[in-house]
């Protein structure tokens, strides 16, 4: 499986990895698309597969300000996984995007 050459699931064995797969599904955002929002309840970690996000936070005057991007093979959401917290930043596909998704 092609999720066993990323570095977040190499050590997972077989039986592991291919549960893994089982409960993963696919999710497509088109560029400009809001992810989700900051405050948002987390309940979704997501691997980026195609296209990239940028991560965004409030500023100073409540104006978004980019504070990181993910791209292919990148990921994020997984304190949602661990943890009932609200998103602590916005994620807005800079371009058309597909995820694979994992809820809670």
């Known amino acids: 499986s092609r999720l066993a050459l990323l570095p977040l699931f190499s050590d997972l ?3 592991p990895l291919q549960l893994l797969v089982s409960l993963l599904k696919f ?3 088109k560029e400009g698309e809001i992810i989700f929002e900051e405050g948002d309840e987390a309940d979704m970690f ?3 597969l195609k296209g990239c996000v940028e991560v ?3 500023g100073p ?3 978004s300000i980019q504070i ?3 791209s292919e093979g990148d990921y ?3 304190v949602a996984l661990l943890e009932s917290v609200p998103r602590t930043a916005t994620l807005k596909a800079a371009a058309d995007s597909v995820f694979l998704t994992l809820s809670r």
Do not use: I, P, T
């Open 56 to 58: 965004l936070a409030k």
């Open 46 to 48: 997501y691997l980026v």
């Open 13 to 15: 064995d077989e039986n």
């Open 61 to 63: 005057g409540g104006q």
């Open 27 to 29: 999710h497509h955002s």
């Open 68 to 70: 990181a991007k993910r």
């Open 76 to 78: 994020f959401g997984e």
